[in-house]
């Protein structure tokens, strides 16, 4: 766990498991075993499935990313006004586009003095360290190659004066008992001078959803059908799995009832696939169908409520009002 150098002045530190440990194994196991079938979505984001994000996150249809930058650009400084923040720790950073926008108002509010990113794929983390770098030579720069079960109790006592801030639709994609073990780690992780921002997609209406979500699934350049093979490829690459990517067919369906967006890849035909680290094999009937991403919209106050119970208090929320889009700060 001993840090590098990272470039750009930053520190690169290494946490396990991940992914490709025991640890990743048995939740990729547990998910399997499930019915329907569920990989959890974090196997999407390696590298490859980190580009094809920012493709989909740049399709016009699509409009998280801009509802989410319109309420920092909006509200960034109140946002951190309110917490005092010296640090931004980054909670699945990815290209950390968003978040320097925070960081600016944390700058221009003269409290910027360092920021941690924390994410599974380490490259998109790397290119945004130079920039950051290049902007704020004199802030501090870690990145945490890690999940949440890791980076979290990592963090603990590592800092004070932080807002930890989980950006985009990453709270929304965690399951239930995710989430529950999520916002524990969090919780315990915080001193009491950190403050949590969080963002999460609301219930909007079904047409705008729809749209938003299938865009990039046809077309010249279909990248979420990309970003959901990618998953399997992924996996073969990794795990020394045999899926036939010509033989499994991405949708996406918001079921509307349960206010979930869901990744589905569906088996064309009746097959048989073998993942050689988990020594499993896998019978797909044909049509069954199987999740890569699952993402829940919220009412409000359910957030809100949900937070509470893990001893988080909503100090101010922020609602993107075309999108039904929210920021929570919390403490």
């Excluded at 990313?65 to 319109?70: L, S």
């Excluded at 010296?86 to 925070?102: N, Q, R, Y």
């Excluded at 999940?147 to 990453?170: I, K, Q, V, Y």
């Amino acid at each position: 766990m001993s840090p590098e150098a990272a470039g750009a002045g930053a520190v690169e530190v290494a946490l396990g498991p991940d992914r490709s440990s025991a640890g990743g194994d048995d939740e990729l196991r547990a998910g399997l075993a499930e019915n329907p079938r569920r990989i959890p979505h974090r196997y999407g984001y390696d590298a490859e499935g980190s580009r094809l994000f920012e493709e989909i996150s740049r399709l016009p249809a699509y409009y998280p990313p801009r509802a989410e930058r319109k309420l920092l650009r909006e509200h960034g400084r109140d946002m951190v006004r309110l917490s005092a923040a010296t640090e931004l720790v980054d909670l699945g950073a990815g290209s950390a586009e968003k978040s320097e926008i925070l960081l600016a108002a944390m700058d221009a509010g003269g409290l910027l003095r360092a920021y941690t990113g924390i994410d599974v794929s380490v490259q998109p983390m790397r290119e945004a360290a130079r920039r950051l770098g290049a902007r704020w030579p004199t802030a501090r720069i870690t990145l945490v190659h890690g999940d949440f079960a890791t980076a979290l109790p990592w963090l603990r006592g590592r800092g004070t004066g932080r807002l930890m801030a989980m950006l985009g639709s990453t709270f929304g994609c965690l399951t239930p008992p995710e989430r529950s073990s999520f916002l524990r780690a969090l919780r315990a992780c915080c001193g009491p001078h950190d403050h949590i921002l969080l963002c999460a997609d609301l219930f909007e209406p079904v047409d705008t959803v729809r749209r938003a979500y299938r865009a990039g699934c046809t077309g010249e350049r279909p990248v979420r059908r990309l970003f959901a093979l990618n998953t399997l490829a992924h996996l073969n690459r990794e795990y020394g799995a045999d899926f036939d990517l010509a033989h499994f067919e991405p949708d996406v369906v918001y079921d509307v009832p349960l206010r979930q967006v869901r990744g589905e890849i569906r088996s064309t035909r009746k097959q048989q696939v073998t993942i050689q680290r988990l020594g499993t094999t896998l019978d797909f009937a044909e049509d069954e169908t199987f999740f890569h991403d699952v993402l829940h919209k919220f009412e409000l106050n359910e957030l809100v409520s949900e937070l509470e119970t893990f001893g988080f208090r909503c100090r101010q929320h922020w609602v993107e009002e075309e999108f039904q889009y929210a920021a929570l700060l919390l403490d």
